[in-house]
């Protein structure tokens, strides 16, 4: 096994937890706010889809899917590579709401084809490549750019899992 | 980067995450449910630490730490490997106990430190070795168990995380 197939591995893991943790809610379970300070399901699943399609992205020389269709549109965020929730304020947390969980799921979905197809092709050559941000000393390496996407999406995917099953109680996940 | 070495990675920025989650909490920080169904700070770092110490020992074929290093006893627990919270009741959440934040912490730097061993030591080939699955008599591939350790420990790691941001707040984190 191949440090990219972890990444590919680890990251498709992902893709199945939101969809046991977000399937069948309602729009209101998806977009409320436990207290007003904390996220959503909804702001969390579309912020951490948004980290790994702009890491993605960087690292395979690809156009973001956030900017090849409607999804800003759809979520009422800007058309922008850097939109990614970073920093956000209460009141953009607040803001992010669908209508669905079906949106939220296929962004990801497609988010996640596209970081297989670009992943699949890094060799562990490709991984060692250091990356030109000369703000981090030592510079990181693909391979560490690609950990840091893999804590983050699992973290919040945990996160959304949680939500799930504070709103739904232990039953939620069914059998 | 080989698949130890990313995974050695990936648990390092994720103890940052999850230390700092813990850090200086109070017995009753530690132990409060959002929700009756909802798991404690206490019960995931404990449970995640177990997690971790179990699938460990699957790949390095050396007991748990809760058992050969007596942890066990410090929690007030049975020495039974099978007690990782894996199936408890919501009964079985509320009614988890630690006696301290250091216990907690203590046993899971234990845990860390025989993975890190591990991974500083293993090889493509250790991995690919086979070790039994964690539930039935198949046996699967090690690098199976360190990503079910990795995806387990992470996602928990994410829900201290926003358990923390509920207690106290935002901004916890950069601070």
Excluded: C
Aim: aromatic share 6%; glycine share 8%; charged share 20%.
């Amino acid at each position: 096994m191949d440090g990219n197939e972890l990444i590919i591995d680890a990251l498709g893991r992902v893709q199945r937890i939101l969809h046991r943790s977000l399937e069948g809610l309602s729009a209101t379970d998806v977009n409320r706010q436990p207290v007003p300070h904390a996220n959503s399901m909804a702001w969390l699943a579309w912020h951490l889809t948004r980290i790994q399609d702009d890491h993605v992205a960087d690292i395979g020389g690809v156009p973001q899917v956030w900017l090849s269709g409607d999804w800003p549109a759809r979520f009422n965020r800007k058309a922008e590579p850097k939109e990614t929730g970073h920093a956000d304020t209460l009141e953009q947390v607040a803001a992010l709401q669908v209508d669905s969980p079906a949106l939220l799921l296929a962004y990801h979905d497609a988010v996640y084809a596209q970081s297989k197809a670009v992943l699949a092709k890094l060799s562990p050559q490709d991984l060692e490549l250091e990356l030109n941000e000369p703000q981090y000393t030592p510079l990181p390496t693909v391979g560490v750019r690609l950990v840091s996407v893999v804590s983050d999406n699992t973290q919040h995917a945990g996160q959304v899992a949680y939500l799930r099953g504070y709103f739904q109680g232990l039953g939620g996940f069914g059998a | 980067m080989l698949t130890a070495a990313f995974a050695k990675e990936i648990l390092e920025r994720n103890g940052v995450i999850l230390l700092g989650a813990v850090e200086g909490l109070s017995l009753d920080e530690l132990h409060w449910q959002p929700g009756p169904e909802s798991n404690s700070i206490a019960w995931l770092v404990w449970h995640l630490s177990r997690t971790q110490d179990n699938h460990r020992s699957a790949m390095d074929l050396t007991p748990h730490v809760w058992v050969s290093e007596g942890w066990h006893t410090k929690f007030g627990r049975s020495a039974d490997p099978a007690d990782r919270g894996r199936g408890h009741t919501a009964e079985q959440v509320s009614a988890f106990r630690v006696p301290h934040l250091d216990t907690l912490l203590g046993y899971h730097a234990a845990v860390r430190a025989k993975t890190d061993a591990f991974l500083a030591r293993a090889t493509e080939e250790d991995l690919e070795r086979p070790a039994p699955d964690v539930v039935g008599s198949a046996m699967v591939p090690a690098h199976h168990r360190l990503q079910m350790m990795l995806v387990d420990n992470i996602q928990h790691s994410g829900q201290v995380a926003y358990l923390r941001g509920l207690l106290k707040g935002r901004g916890w984190l950069a601070a």
